[in-house]
């Protein structure tokens, strides 16, 4: 906080705010300017604006100033930081302050970013108690500040806390944040703490009157136990299909009639897959905290599985909005996102999902602002082969079979089927089938291949960008995945035959590399080009 003076050779003045409820000490100014025999005083404070997962700087500068009696925001401000004059202007009463009859401005800067969220209450309040020279200013210069204030001065939890925490970090600062997000904000390393229940709390924290404690990480958020493969019968073809995509980390498609099983099989996806390593968990919980969704700072280690219902409108799927939010595609990253009845989504939803499944991110454009999430999910589908789902079975099948099954699968563009590496048929399940016992292999035993597939990848690219072998690509899907001279001649052949687009010709490598690695051989042969050819999905001839 300063005060400048028209006059460089005159002596600092002492600044003696009005009289308030609380007894405070006069504050001294670092500067000071007479405006018609009368002082304009301003205060910054340091917060955080999110676009993405990027924090970037804001100071909230507050001037009390002679003149009409008002309170306005400034600085490109949405709906809910213009709303927080109101709820700021209630939380300093609660404490029994009155704002002084003079003309307050906050300024957000800088003023060309825009401002969403009610994370700029608190940093908005402390600004305005520092300019009224109740706290000190030259303390809150080394902290960040975010939070919501309620009209009762108490401090509510806002999205985005551990984001701001290791903005926070980075700059050196610690980090003034709601109470009940303190466990989430520790999780941001060596970094000062402040975890304030309410506004009063936070006040005499500072003062040195009383000492919050510094919080605790949150703890480890245990996984829910799934569906396990041993309540799968039958099925061994995609259950194959399925220890494939696990391992490599390939997207997969079903396609059967009704009940046989594929939701299950997918919904079992997450019991076979290896936890995420403590780099992940933590880019995985940054975008759970910008959604909102990290609770009690738990840090994340399984995978995320998302599944959202086929009526989602794309910046569900995708991410946007009027305040741009993550979508499923993000909150699936690293994990699995699952997308039943397929066809029954809208296209142009479907198609949206081009773009993340080839960049592992997507771009959600705006007129004021460009955000970007990371999407880097494994894609699983299930879908009936058509609209009555009993295509084959001349029994159950409808009169437009097979008119109709093509009229379905049609809804599906062939640039998005041509980004799933597995494609496998889930034949219906007999009432023999369902009596017979479970099968000695569960998810325990696939979970323990898969683990041996993924820590071989992992030796091989150390040091690269590529987590997986479904993310292979140029030189490194040449040095790894090129097979021996009878793979290479059985797939050429079967590039003319099938007439392989050269996305579908990689990805056929890809997978031939991971069935590779479940065999434990250094070398893809032509036994492993042959299996990952089969679940190629092959496109109709004219």
Known sequence: MFILDSDPDSECLVYQPPAIALKTAPFQLDGQTEIKGKWC????????????????SVEVQCQIAPGMVGFAVVGLPDKAVAESRERVRAAISSLGLA???????INLSPADLPK???????PIALALLAAMGLVDAETLAHYLVVGELGLDGKVAGSPGVLLAALHASSRGMGLICPSAQGPEAA??????????????ALLNHLKGQTHLRPPEPGIVQEPVAGPDLKMVKGQETAKRALEIAAAGGHNLCMTGPPGAGKSLLASCLPGILPDLTPAEALEVSMISSVAGN?????LVRHRPFRSPHHSASMPALVGGGARVRPGEVSLAHLGVLFLDELPEFQRVVLDSLRQPLETGEVSVARANNHVTFPANFQFVAAMNPCRCGHLGDAALACSRAPR?????????????????????????VSAADLVLPPPAEGSAEVAARVGVAREIQDVRLQGQKARTNAELDGEMLKDSATPDDAGQKLLAQAAEAMRLSARGYTRILRVARTIADLAGAEKVGRIHIAEALSYRRQPPRN
Do not use: F, M, N
């Open 41 to 56: 005083v301003v205060s910054i404070v340091s917060t955080v604006a999110y676009l993405g997962l990027e924090a970037r």
């Open 99 to 105: 704002l002084p009859p003079k003309r307050i401005t």
């Open 116 to 122: 969403e969220g009610s994370h700029y209450d608190l």
């Open 187 to 200: 999780w941001a390393g060596q970094i000062e703490v402040v975890a304030a229940p309410d506004l009063l």
């Open 294 to 298: 990290l609770e009690g700072g738990r």
């Open 404 to 428: 109709c099954a093509a009229d379905y699968q049609a809804k599906i563009s062939g640039p998005l089927l041509d980004r799933i590496d597995l494609h496998v048929e889930v034949q219906a």
